[in-house]
């Protein structure tokens, strides 16, 4: 039997046929991308700086990442170039922030309303305007901004900005702490195991236990395999089998290949399929309260969604000590001793964007752009296997016995269909 589901709500549309065995289980999901936008066909041919305009409309919901991705691409095309600790943290920032952002809609947007909690999803609103205006405070505006330039930034913040963007952080930190999970202590602290989650209050433990009280907490596993390209300040690149972490991982071991019943690439680590995004950082990262939920209920839907909800007041945190970490009086931005729009060369990039692993590539011949590549986070965990080498989604979704089931599985990974497509 197969039954073919039209998968919405999802920054575009998929399609997944499912092929159910004679024990009424699914045993394989042709995953397809019908569409295709073909950003990286646009950008052939055209001036380098044109990518910083272009590239952060790939995604109207990622712009920061695919900003700070390819300005960094560009950078890496050079031997040599300066950039001022300022610049680094200010990008790093404006990245964090849009991260945040995703982790609250795709919370109130996406995941709650698949559990019955739709009238939830205005929850969304006031996190997500107040880390837009961190943003634009910093990069001028929000969507769509181009400030982070080969060289470092063109804004020049002041004292005041800074205090404005700390007010906006406490300001979503509070508003976690009283709907997300909520304190009821006076001291904020971190989790350390999934018992101390559970004993919370707030939306996060209500779904957690809607999902215990209907024995969902196991489904979703894949293959146990993590990894994550991106590094900063707060992140680290490398990969985990299980609880095994193996620290740095090299862009030149991506394998990336067609897939012909889908506009969206497969995308590979030396010949294996890996899971990207906030539960593959905290493995990576070690994260206490996100080892204690692997330990318990492995990489299934249940601690995915423990890893990228409590990404949040981790960044939250972390953003605070950055802030205090920015010298004014350093220069935004160090002009290059080459001009770019005379560069020949190669430069690759890593970020890590709320997905998972973005990854931008890009060759320039006297200025121009001969070839660009862009490996978004969907394309690892949504990679169209066989039945005898199954994709990361698809190893998840196997087994289960209803298409309900699948789509929750498939949407804790929060598939954006127009970022893959590009």
């Known amino acids: 039997m197969n039954i073919i589901k039209l998968i919405e709500k999802i920054e575009g549309e998929a399609k997944l046929n499912f092929s159910f065995g004679k024990n009424k289980k699914i045993d394989f999901v042709d995953i397809e991308f019908m569409n295709t936008r073909n950003i990286e066909q646009i950008l052939e041919n055209k001036p380098a700086l044109d990518a910083l305009v272009i590239n952060p409309r790939v995604c109207g919901i990622c712009g920061q990442a695919h900003l700070i991705a390819t300005v960094q691409a560009l950078e890496d095309c050079y031997e040599d170039i300066q950039i001022t600790q300022k610049a680094k943290l200010l990008r ?112 996060l433990p209500t779904l957690l236990k809607y999902i215990k009280t209907q024995n969902w907490q196991n489904i979703g596993k894949s293959f146990d395999r993590f990894i994550a390209f991106g590094s900063n300040s707060f992140f680290n690149s490398g990969k985990a089998l299980k609880t095994n972490v193996t620290k740095n991982v090299i862009i030149n071991n991506v394998n990336e290949f067609e897939n012909i019943k889908s506009k969206a690439k497969n995308v590979m680590y030396k010949g294996k399929y890996y899971e990207v995004g906030p539960l593959s950082r905290a493995m990576i990262n070690k994260i206490p309260l996100i080892k204690d939920a692997h330990r318990k209920y492995s990489d299934s839907i249940f601690t995915r969604i423990i890893a990228r909800t409590y990404e949040i007041p981790q960044l939250l945190n972390h953003c605070k000590k950055l802030i205090k970490e920015i010298d004014l009086n350093e220069v935004s931005y160090i002009k290059p001793d080459i001009d770019i729009s005379n560069m020949t060369g190669f430069g690759q990039s890593a970020v890590e964007a709320a997905r998972g692993s973005l990854i931008h590539k890009v060759t320039l011949k006297n200025g121009i752009i001969s070839k660009y590549d862009i490996i978004t986070p969907t394309q690892w965990n949504l990679s169209n296997g066989t039945r005898e080498n199954l994709g990361i989604s698809q190893k998840a979704m196997c087994g289960l016995n209803n298409v309900k089931l699948a789509e929750i599985a498939f949407k804790s990974f929060d598939v954006c269909s127009v970022c893959t497509t590009h």
């Open 92 to 203: 790093e920032l404006t990245l964090n922030f849009e991260l945040i952002q995703n982790h609250f809609k795709w919370f109130y947007l996406n995941l709650l309303p698949l559990f019955g909690y739709k009238q939830y999803i205005l929850k969304a609103t006031k996190p997500s305007q107040i880390m837009a205006k961190a943003i634009a405070t910093i990069a001028g505006q929000y969507p769509h901004n181009s400030y982070a330039i080969v060289g470092g930034v063109n804004c020049d913040i002041t004292t005041m900005d800074l205090i404005k963007v700390e007010s906006y952080i406490n300001e979503t930190i509070k508003y976690f702490e009283d709907t997300v999970i909520t304190r009821n202590d006076k001291n904020s602290k971190m989790y350390e195991n999934v018992y101390e989650l559970l004993n919370r209050d707030g939306d």
